[in-house]
């Protein structure tokens, strides 16, 4: 495979003639990882495999980011999201099931599995098949290896990981932007009958954001255009009058409606597939059982507070609200730009549709509160110095301890 630079696939990464180039990449990285899948081993002492992978975190991200703008990401990909990816690969990686020798992989993959999304569009994907997930298995790799930071065959396998996070069933036939009908297949990640632990680590720490307190915020933040989801039935287009009303229909109505979700029914699509007997969940095991179960609760209480409104100060509860995407959320010029403007649309619903998601709005900050000091006790456990989702970006705690602006709002 061509050694490329980060700077080489920047460039040509949104240039539909330079799709065909870029998807031959990917299945030659196919070609080279899949059939050795399982069979790598590399650190045995965990304390070092956890630090060389932060290491690695930074300075991948420090040549990446030279070349693309994180305040330009799409508001629920961005550097909050990747905040809450390296929390939970942290609190994964100290599981006793977790084996040694897939840190560094799942680690570094875990953590950057959404890093294509400073390149690529994570909603325009309806035409592509070098989407997010690959466009970031690139771009890492390119990274990883200009920098140092991993040998070859580990810069290969993070690759590897970072498009595998995308959890496809089946194989999808894809037009293409340049015309060309391209089939993206579904990554392998099972070896000899057992499931391929990096792999499985990294759509952990992915699934663990699209569930909990924080999951309603990060695709509330979404709404702000309107755009292509996917869902069972496949892409379909949203809209953010029409994804707000508080609606749980039947499967048989929703596949009647073209798989269109309301915002409500897309959450507890996500609560039904957090479980053992899901194909996404049947390989949790140690830690992520615990924290998979947890945070279904907590989303599962949020459903409920929409679906079953009670007395409310709608204005008392958007402020807060307002201020808790763009501090906590996603702490960016655009994630605040996107929760101020989501405002002013929140404000022409219909006031039965604002009285039903305060209450929701209202719970999610509620549970945030209980989840973040959860989680900053066992981050205030780790050393300071290792805290840092890049070399000079600030402590990750300052991300997730709630804001005191929004708290003492929501608090009256």
């Not at 399982?38 to 930074?58: F, Q, S």
């Not at 507890?268 to 390989?283: D, I, L, P």
């Not at 179960?293 to 807060?320: C, F, G, W």
């Not at 509620?366 to 981050?379: H, I, K, N, Q």
């Amino acid at each position: 495979m061509k050694l490329l630079t980060v700077g080489d696939i920047a460039r040509v990464i949104n240039d539909p003639s330079e799709e065909g180039a870029q998807f031959d990449q990917i299945i030659e990285l196919r070609g080279r990882v899949e059939p050795r899948l399982g069979t790598y081993t590399a650190d045995t002492d965990r304390r070092w495999a956890v630090d060389r992978a932060i290491k690695a975190v930074w300075a991948i991200l420090v040549k990446v980011l030279m070349h693309g703008d994180v305040e330009e990401v799409e508001a629920a990909h961005g550097i909050g999201h990747w905040t809450r990816d390296f929390a939970h690969m942290l609190r994964l990686a100290q599981d006793a099931i977790v084996p040694e020798d897939v840190i560094v992989p799942a680690l570094v993959g875990g953590t950057l599995h959404d890093i294509g999304s400073v390149f690529v569009d994570r909603y325009a994907e309806k035409n592509r098949a070098v989407r997010h997930a690959e466009a970031g298995a690139l771009v890492v790799r390119a990274a990883a290896l200009e920098t140092g930071a991993l040998t070859e065959a580990e810069a290969d396998l993070v690759a590897y990981v970072i498009a595998a996070h995308t959890h496809y069933l089946q194989p999808q036939e894809v037009k293409c932007a340049d015309g060309v009908v391209r089939t993206v297949r579904p990554y392998t990640d099972m070896f000899d009958g057992k499931p391929v632990e990096e792999v499985w680590l990294a759509r952990w720490a992915d699934r663990l954001d699209v569930n909990g307190p924080c999951f309603p915020a990060r695709h509330y933040l979404t709404l702000v255009r309107d755009h292509y989801d996917y869902g069972t039935e496949g892409f379909y287009k949203t809209s953010f009058t029409e994804t707000m009303r508080p609606l749980l229909r039947t499967g048989e109505a929703i596949k009647a409606a073209g798989g269109q979700r309301t915002m409500l029914e897309h959450l507890k699509m996500f609560a039904s597939s957090q479980t053992s007997e899901s194909v996404y969940g049947k390989h949790d095991a140690g830690v992520m059982l615990t924290l998979r179960d947890a945070y279904r609760e907590q989303l599962e209480h949020i459903i409920h507070s929409v679906a079953h409104p009670t007395d409310v100060d709608i204005a008392r509860v958007l402020k807060a609200w307002t201020v808790f995407l763009g501090a906590n959320i996603e702490p960016t010029v655009k994630g605040r730009m996107a929760a101020h403007n989501l405002a002013l649309g929140f404000r022409k619903l219909e006031p039965d549709i604002q009285r039903a998601w305060a209450c929701g709005f209202r719970t999610i900050m509620t549970e945030y509160l209980g989840w973040a000091d959860r989680m900053l006790v066992f981050l205030d456990g780790r050393p300071a110095e290792s805290l840092r989702i890049t070399g000079n970006f600030e402590d990750i705690r300052n991300v997730i301890r709630p804001d005191r602006a929004w708290v003492k709002v929501l608090a009256g």
